[in-house]
């Protein structure tokens, strides 16, 4: 019971902060004294939500996988997506068979990509993404609509524990490790700030709770 209320007060307090506007948790941090970024799990996923969607990205939060499976289908189904493009295999084990059977096979004409991450950087709202997931370096990029599922164990405070984290995951970094803070966006034609030019024009993250 302990449990499912903690659950239910992190869901009403993501769900509150999606709703009114609330300071930068950190505007005047000193980078030199790191000790202030490490609020707990369950803050920093607050703070991600926050951050996340006022960068126009989408965001959703499940107490656990069977949660993933039910709003990512319920996606996948309101959202009428029929090129479904996934090649991780820990987002596969969840989706029903029907969209496993019909997976389409390239990135490039494909309607949504799903993918996992390597962390999550609850300060800036930002995907941390690498050329060593499952995926590989495309998958984010190409297609329209980018799906990332991520667990609140790779919640970051900041960009360095998010480099910190990859670091000591791999023996070697990756070839190629990028930042994803909400949907592309540019304002390169006449100044006007234009979405989805030089990626995807959507982007969801569902944080799972693990």
């Known amino acids: 019971m302990k449990t499912t209320n903690s659950r239910e007060n992190i869901l009403n307090r993501i769900r509150q902060a999606l709703k009114e506007s609330v300071p930068v948790p950190f505007p005047d941090v000193d980078v030199n004294s790191r000790k202030q970024l490490y609020a707990p799990v369950n803050e920093q996923a607050i703070t991600f939500a926050e951050q996340f969607t006022k960068l126009m990205g989408k965001f959703a939060y499940c107490i656990d996988t069977a949660d993933l499976n039910i709003q990512l289908q319920a996606l996948i189904m309101q959202k009428e997506w029929k090129k479904v493009f996934c090649k991780e295999e820990t987002v596969l084990q969840v989706l029903n068979t029907e969209i496993k059977n019909n997976l389409h096979a390239t990135v490039h004409d494909c309607d949504i990509s799903i ?96």
């Open 115 to 210: 993918t996992t991450c390597e962390a999550l950087v609850a300060r800036t709202g930002t995907i941390v993404l690498s050329s060593n997931t499952e995926s590989g370096r495309t998958a984010s990029v190409y297609a329209p609509i980018h799906v990332c599922v991520a667990y609140t164990s790779q919640l970051k405070p900041d960009i360095a524990d998010a480099l910190n984290f990859i670091q000591t995951k791999y023996k070697q970094l990756p070839s190629l490790i990028s930042f994803a803070t909400g949907p592309s966006r540019t304002a390169d034609i006449e100044k006007t700030l234009v979405v989805g030019v030089h990626g995807p024009k959507e982007v969801y993250c569902f944080l799972v709770e693990d």
